[in-house]
């Protein structure tokens, strides 16, 4: 299986510039999630699907969008990239009733 | 948004020494988890703690659930090379609605052969 499933996995955007990045997972998980990664911050929650259809806020969701229409996949739109926006995004997922999340391997974005 | 304090941020260690690192919350949780994450890859769960006062093995890693559950701890013995990464704790109240997880802002260890 491959798990949790990330593209592309480097982007460079100029400012102003849209893109979607895409996660897809084979594992039937009901929950998905996007996370921002940060030198000496750790990972933030931008959005999270608790289900097909339904999508959340997290903690840092501001200049993201996200759809979730089929169960498997997971989707974070940047509608107009800022530098603020350069980050390595994480997608996760996990079963309703699971300790922990099973994780992507990254997309590194630059917004120039 | 809330996050949980990790110290130390970074260390540098000999091959064979041990580690310890902690991670605190200002709240309490039902769940802490530790994550190791590679170069260029995403978290990997390490060890998984269900409950205060719990203390949990895996390999030469041993984690511990605190007391008052709002804290955790790592130990690594014996370092290897290959124990290099960033080291994640994450606090979950597991059971409701979401599964969020609530990360700490992670310890860098880098290990000199």
């Known amino acids: 299986n491959a798990g949790v499933t990330q593209t592309p996995k480097f982007r460079v955007l100029k400012t102003g510039q849209s893109m979607t990045l895409l996660c897809a997972q084979d594992?039937?998980?009901?929950?998905m999630y996007w996370y921002r990664q940060d030198p000496g911050m750790g990972l933030r929650l931008i959005h999270y699907?608790?289900?097909?259809?339904?999508?959340a806020k997290g903690e840092v969701p501001d200049g993201y969008n996200v759809s979730r229409l089929k169960k498997q996949n997971f989707l974070l739109g940047l509608e107009s990239a800022a530098p603020s926006q350069t980050s390595v995004y994480f997608c996760?997922?996990?079963?309703?009733?699971?300790?922990?999340?099973?994780f992507g391997s990254g997309t590194r974005l630059t917004v120039v | 948004g809330q996050q949980l304090n990790q110290s130390p941020q970074s260390m540098f260690i000999q091959e064979g020494e041990d580690v310890s690192m902690n991670c605190t919350s200002s709240?309490?949780?039902?769940?802490w988890l530790w994550y190791k994450q590679e170069p260029g890859e995403g978290p990997v769960l390490l060890i998984a703690l269900y409950k205060a006062g719990e203390l949990t093995s895996n390999g030469r890693l041993t984690a511990q659930f605190g007391i008052t559950r709002k804290d955790s701890f790592l130990n690594i013995s014996a370092s290897i090379p290959s124990d290099v990464g960033i080291y994640f704790c994450a606090g979950q109240n597991y059971g409701g609605a979401t599964n969020k997880l609530i990360f700490g802002t992670g310890t860098l260890l880098a290990v000199q052969p």
């Open positions: 996760a997922s996990s079963y309703r009733g699971s300790f922990g999340y099973t």
């Open positions: 699907s608790v289900g097909e259809g339904t999508t």
């Open positions: 594992m039937n998980h009901e929950y």
């Open positions: 709240s309490i949780f039902n769940t």
